[in-house]
């Protein structure tokens, strides 16, 4: 009886490599895969109802985690300046109301976006977006680009419907009910270069349709000019930080 149960023990353990090698013989074309994917970082994460991949997902939160950092940094500079002003006029710190509140106000700016860019799992994240948006129309071409925030909005029950260019959008917002319409700057709009005038041209059509939804212009990067040219076709805003894009749909 022992022999036999020693005999047993041989065979099993003789086997199991032999079952394993097996296995990776007959997957091995989809355990090639998965290494050549793991190498080049093709493996994807679904946030909401997008995926992307890890590279995707990695410039998202760098992105969000750098517009955090400068947020703080101007605000530790504006800190500086009022103590110094204070310091030299030798008055107590933060007495002057008004500049107490502002920096109060500036402040909470980072919040939503620290628990956004650290935790990417929407249900971590609170915001607290303004009662009067329920829906928003985000027009991007790349909408994955906006992961993060679609999805957080979403989660915090606020409808978000995307539209890839201008002329799917004014057909949305003709059949739907809109609080909001976000846009970003430069579209392909189906022609060989980009337009970056395609957010300011849809500002403009959306406000002729609509003297008080908010048009907020999501893009890149701002100069002085853009924003006198976003406030000539009606944008409520226009901003590159999505801190302070998630600080406009919440005032």
Not at 1 to 18: K, N, R, Y
Not at 204 to 217: L, T
Request: with cysteine; glycine share 4%.
């Amino acid at each position: 009886m022992e022999g036999i149960s020693t005999l047993v023990t041989s065979i099993a353990t003789i086997l199991w490599p032999i079952i394993v090698i097996a296995i990776l013989f007959l997957f091995r074309k989809s355990v090639q895969g998965l290494i050549d994917s793991a190498r080049g970082r093709k493996f994807t994460v679904k946030i909401g109802e997008m995926e992307l991949s890890m590279d995707e997902l990695s410039k998202q939160q760098g992105d969000m985690i750098k517009d955090l950092q400068k947020r703080v940094n101007e605000l530790q500079r504006k800190i500086e300046m009022k103590s110094a002003m204070l310091e030299a006029t030798s008055m107590p710190k933060l007495e002057d109301e008004a500049g107490a509140e502002e920096l109060a106000e500036e402040s909470q700016e980072p919040e939503n976006l620290r628990e956004t860019a650290s935790k990417p799992n929407a249900e971590s994240v609170t915001l607290d977006i303004d009662d009067d948006i329920s829906d928003i129309l985000w027009v991007d071409d790349h909408p994955k680009n906006n992961a993060f925030l679609i999805d957080s909005l979403q989660y915090q029950g606020i409808s978000v419907s995307t539209a890839a260019n201008t002329e799917e959008a004014v057909e949305r917002f003709k059949r739907g009910a809109f609080d909001c319409v976000i846009s970003d700057s430069c579209r392909h709009e189906g022609k060989e270069m980009d337009n970056c005038q395609a957010g300011f041209e849809l500002s403009s059509i959306i406000r002729e349709m609509d003297e008080d939804v908010r048009i907020y212009i999501y893009t890149d990067e701002v100069d002085e000019k853009m924003r006198m040219k976003a406030q000539h076709v009606g944008a409520t805003a226009i901003t590159s930080s999505p801190s302070e894009l998630l600080k406009l749909l919440s005032d």
